[in-house]
Structures are given as C-alpha cells and as structure tokens.
C-alpha cells in the first residue's frame, strides 16, 4: 500500500476522506480567484465552467472505474492525473491582468463577520447544500449497485451511470 495509516479501516477512511476534502477546499476557492482575474465580461460564465470542470474531476474516477479497471487502479490513475493537473496549472497558469489585490486576513474582523447574521446563514447554507451535494455523490453507486443486484440486473453499467448522474 501507499499509504498505512494505523487504526481502523473506518479511522483510516475517515483521514483520507478529510485530506481529501481539505484538498478540494484548497483548490476550490483558489481557482475561482484565478479565473476572475482573466474576466471582466462573462465572469460568471467562467466561473460556471470552472465548477462544471471541478464536478467532472469530482466523478471522473467513476469514468475511469467504468473501463474494468479494479478499485486500486482506479485510485491511482486518478491520483497520476490530479498529480499531472496540478504541474500543468503550476507551469502554465498565472494570475490573470485583471486580478484584484486580497485584503490582508486580519483576526479582528472574523468576529464582526461570524456576527453578520446575513454572513452566517449564507454559509450555513452553502455548507448544507455542500453537504448534501456530495453525500448523494457518495452515495449514488452504492445505490445503484445494490438497486441492480436486488433487481437481478447486471452491474457493469453503475459506474458510468454514476458518472453521468454526478
């Protein structure tokens, strides 16, 4: 294994799921700031490709699972990709001309915005639908796969169909 984390497999899915998702929170916010600094007219269409693309990353190991490939393959070809993804926006991807300089992070502000009720429930909010988001992502090939087999239908299909459905 790659990897070897001690505890129980549940433990240890546990921490892996968590990077991952600390991972995904890292990428996320950073590359919506870099694609509005190449956009002043059709940001928002920019920023819609730009989370389209991020949900097709998010499923594509379904795609890649759908080739026959067994469950460790598919995690590193997956993590091959992400990894040669990430050298090209490293290489090749600048700061657009029309980025704009961040406000310095300062402590003294988290309390006024954690108090800002509109702040706080438009976070509470995305954070639900977040949620909520990628447990039916997580949660659609175990359904599917065990609505075929109750069924008595073959499986083979699932993971392109998860694919789609994401």
Same mark, same amino acid.
């Given at each position: 294994? =790659?990897?070897?984390?001690? !505890? +129980? ?7 892996? &799921? ?7 929170? $890292? ?9 509005? !600094?190449?956009? /002043?007219? &059709?940001? *928002? @269409?920019? %920023?819609?490709? %730009?989370? *389209?693309?991020? /949900?097709? !990353? +998010? ?9 026959? =490939?067994?469950? @460790?393959s598919v995690i590193l070809t997956s993590s091959v990709l992400? =990894?040669? $993804? !990430?050298? %090209? @926006?490293? %290489?090749?991807?600048?700061? *657009? ?11 003294? =502000? ?6 800002? &009720? ?6 509470? $909010?995305?954070? $639900? ?6 447990? @039916?992502?997580?949660?659609?090939a175990a359904f599917l796969l065990a609505s075929a087999e109750e069924g008595?239908?073959? /499986?083979?299909?699932? +993971?392109?169909? /998860?694919?789609?459905?994401?």
């Amino acid at each position: 294994a =790659l990897v070897t984390l001690k !505890g +129980s497999p549940l433990i240890q899915a546990t921490i892996l &799921r968590l990077l991952v998702g600390v991972a995904l929170a $890292g990428v996320y916010p950073a590359g919506l700031k870099v694609i509005s !600094g190449w956009f /002043t007219t &059709r940001r *928002g @269409m920019a %920023l819609g490709v %730009l989370v *389209g693309a991020l /949900t097709v !990353g +998010s499923a594509f190991p379904h795609l890649v699972r759908s080739t026959g =490939l067994d469950w @460790m393959s598919v995690i590193l070809t997956s993590s091959v990709l992400a =990894l040669v $993804g !990430g050298l %090209l @926006m490293w %290489l090749f991807v600048s700061d *657009g001309p029309h980025d704009t300089t961040a406000a310095p992070f300062s402590m003294k =502000l988290v309390g006024a915005v954690v108090r800002n &009720r509109g702040v706080r429930l438009s976070t509470y $909010g995305y954070l $639900g639908h977040m949620w909520e988001l990628y447990a @039916m992502w997580a949660w659609t090939a175990a359904f599917l796969l065990a609505s075929a087999e109750e069924g008595g239908y073959t /499986t083979g299909w699932v +993971s392109s169909a /998860t694919f789609a459905i994401i």
